[in-house]
């Protein structure tokens, strides 16, 4: 299937992929929080500060997928529809 067919959801693969990846990256930065509490309580600020970073990433990640999304979106109306 290439980028310009719809996945089974009715979505272009493009964007199902992106929002996919939002989803995940935004979900594990949540869950992070749990780690770097966890961290914290031990006492380990080695591995709290890890855990930030990866959180970061993970924040970073879910930004730029969201920056595509608009972009193509944006493309999308121009063009008239899904590509």
């Not at 067919?5 to 990256?25: C, D, F, P, R, W």
Request: a negative charge; proline letters at 0%.
């Amino acid at each position: 299937m290439t980028h310009h067919e719809q996945s089974k959801t009715g979505t272009s693969n493009e964007y199902y992929n992106l929002v996919s990846i939002m989803y995940h990256a935004l979900k594990g930065a949540q869950t992070y929080d749990t780690y770097v509490k966890d961290a914290e309580q031990n006492g380990d600020h080695d591995l709290a500060q890890f855990f930030r970073e990866v959180q970061q990433e993970d924040q970073r990640r879910s930004m730029r997928a969201g920056q595509l999304l608009v972009q193509r979106a944006g493309q999308m109306s121009q063009s008239g529809g899904i590509r």
